[in-house]
């Protein structure tokens, strides 16, 4: 079975561009996370999907920031008017849903976007 | 709120010897707790994890970890360290009790150097 995909693997950008990063999560997972690691900053969560729910924003940095989930399979993770500071490797992960509880989270190898 | 502490940015280590990567954690309910590894320029693989039960959990590739609910801690270990061992390791927590329960709260990171 395929994990999960990220595409672009590498983007680089100039600053005050769109950008457009894309998940597509393994086979039946309905929970979709997306997550920023910065050098020297561990991950930092970004945002969740779970099912039909209403997704869970709370860890977006600013409304430079949208993501969507279309059919509750792949996600596109839209950063508007790009700037240095959003140059980092994005992550997206998926995993199952049990219960009220998640298992673990599979993640795909990043987008390591740059911004010029 | 959760947190997680990974006192070590880097730790060496022989080749054969025991490795130790530390982990502390805080949340206000009980934990669920997770080791992943970050190879370079590769996404996060899943390690190991602990939800309930035996103190000691066993992982991929030869790792166990031993939760210390006193201590709050949940430090990686490994018997024989190999050269191939050498990587960058998450550790992250997610509290079962509460609103946000599906989110990962990770450490910074801990590097892992093998040496021959």
């Known amino acids: 079975g395929a994990g999960v995909s990220q595409s672009p693997s590498n983007k680089v950008t100039e600053k005050g561009k769109d950008v457009e990063l894309r998940c597509d999560p393994i086979?039946?997972?309905?929970?979709l996370y997306w997550y920023r690691q910065s050098l020297g900053q561990g991950l930092e969560f970004l945002i969740y999907?779970?099912?039909?729910?209403?997704?869970?924003k709370s860890g977006l940095p600013s409304d430079r920031f949208s993501a969507e989930r279309t059919g509750g399979s792949v996600s596109t993770l839209t950063i508007q008017r790009t700037q240095q500071e959003d140059s980092a490797v994005y992550l997206c992960?998926?995993?199952?849903?049990?219960?009220?509880?998640?298992?673990?989270?599979?993640f795909g190898p990043g987008t390591r976007l740059t911004v010029l | 709120a959760q947190s997680v502490a990974q006192p070590e940015d880097q730790v060496n280590v022989a080749e054969g010897n025991p490795l130790t990567v530390k982990c502390t954690y805080s949340?206000?309910?009980?934990?669920?707790l997770f080791w992943y590894v970050q190879y370079p320029n590769r996404g996060l693989q899943f390690l190991l994890k602990?939800?309930?039960?035996?103190?000691l959990v066993k992982g991929s590739y030869g790792f166990e970890a031993e939760f210390n609910k006193s201590q709050t801690s949940f430090h990686l270990k490994k018997p024989s360290a190999l050269v191939s061992d050498s990587a960058l390791y998450f550790c992250?927590?997610?509290?079962?009790?509460?609103?946000?329960?599906?989110?990962?709260?990770f450490g910074k990171g801990t590097k892992l150097s093998v040496i021959p």
């Open positions: 949340v206000s309910g009980n934990p669920y």
């Open positions: 992960a998926s995993s199952s849903f049990i219960g009220t509880s998640n298992n673990e989270q599979f």
């Open positions: 999907f779970q099912g039909n729910s209403a997704p869970d």
């Open positions: 086979s039946g997972h309905t929970a």
């Open positions: 992250a927590v997610r509290d079962l009790t509460g609103a946000g329960s599906y989110q990962l709260t």
């Open positions: 602990y939800i309930t039960g035996d103190n």
